[in-house]
DNA sequence: ACGAGGTCCTGCGAGC
DNA sequence: TGCTCGCAGGACCTCG
């Protein structure tokens, strides 16, 4: 669930909780969400290193560490870092039944990763491995480079609706299913239009869309629906100001009383929702 | 090369 | 009240 806002304002929460700590101890408490690497290796490549920066990637977060690896969390869809005082051990006997890994740090703090559903995946990347996971995934919508002129390259190939080509990871890195209806329905551009059929101008609507979209929820602390929480445990602000999502029956912000927003799950399965007046 | 569909998991709300 | 069913913000893999 975590998105691109979810994820930046999670790894700023963390980032002062990690970056030059050492890491004291990590342990594994439910295996399955480790990706080619094994439980014992893993809490052995962490023990014991510095932690040199906390990053996000589309919607990933990644520790680097003093030996050049980088530990590699997809949230997906119920995961989540939090960052808890270890406080004495003998207190935190009732243990979160959904924690995945603890992270221990020399400063006595310890980092959670907890995923519900465990759909998330924590992978342990060396520097090859790295720049190959990085180069397999888009442009990241709020740098410099990304321009309207890169976001029509990026629809014009594409036969496929534009909404799943802004979701499509390898296309463009972070926009999931809420921030893509989101910036749809402000661009006033119909989710199940082929992505090559924008015009000029609407890609440039679109395009001011979505990072304006992002970087406003980044302002709001992301948007909690159900599961997300900050990396101190709070929900986040940006739901009360979601202009279709979820909000299917509502009025069209745009349109006033006349058009309501509609929901379908023609597109890729997803929820769809957008407004049937002033999106075209 | 690209796109469609299944799969990984658990919890929750709707409906009976 | 208690059950079953469908759905949930993601990404990877296989197949055609």
């Known amino acids: 669930v975590p998105e691109l806002p979810e994820v930046e304002t999670i790894a700023a929460d963390v980032r002062p909780h990690l970056t030059a700590r ?6 594994v408490l439910r295996p399955d969400v480790l990706r080619g690497v094994g439980r014992a290796r893993f809490e052995r490549a962490l023990a014991g290193r510095l932690v040199t920066a906390v990053r996000r990637r589309a919607k990933h977060l990644v520790l680097e560490l003093d030996d050049e690896h980088r530990v590699v969390i ?3 869809m119920t995961g989540s870092l939090i960052v808890r005082d270890a406080g004495p051990p003998r207190r935190t006997a009732a243990r979160d039944p959904y924690d995945v890994l603890h992270i221990d740090l020399d400063s ?12 998330g995946a924590i992978f342990l ?17 709020l740098e410099a480079a990304f321009t309207a002129e890169r976001l029509a390259a990026i629809l014009g190939r594409a036969g496929l609706a534009v909404k799943k080509a802004l979701m499509d990871q390898r296309r463009l890195a972070g926009v999931g299913n809420i921030y893509a209806n989101e910036a749809l329905w402000l661009a006033a551009v119909d989710p199940s239009r082929p992505a090559s059929s924008l015009r000029a101008d609407e890609v440039e609507r ?10 406003r929820s980044i302002r709001g602390r992301g948007t909690t629906v159900r599961d997300y929480r900050t990396g101190t445990g709070q929900p986040g602000t940006f739901q009360g100001r979601l202009a279709v ?3 299917a029956g509502r009025p069209c912000p745009r349109c006033g009383g006349g058009k309501r927003i509609a929901l ?3 597109i890729d399965g997803r ?4 407004c049937p007046g002033c999106q075209h």
């Open 245 to 247: 999502y979820q909000r």
């Open 264 to 266: 379908t799950h023609a």
């Open 271 to 274: 929820a769809t929702y957008f």
């Open 22 to 27: 050492v890491v004291v101890a990590a342990r």
């Open 125 to 141: 990347l060396d520097p090859p491995a790295w720049a190959r996971y990085d180069a397999a995934i888009g442009p990241e919508p």
């Open 108 to 119: 006595g703090a310890r980092v959670a990763y907890r995923d519900v559903r465990r759909l």
């Open 206 to 215: 679109l395009h001011r869309a979505v990072v304006g979209t992002l970087a």
């Open 74 to 76: 997809q949230p997906r």
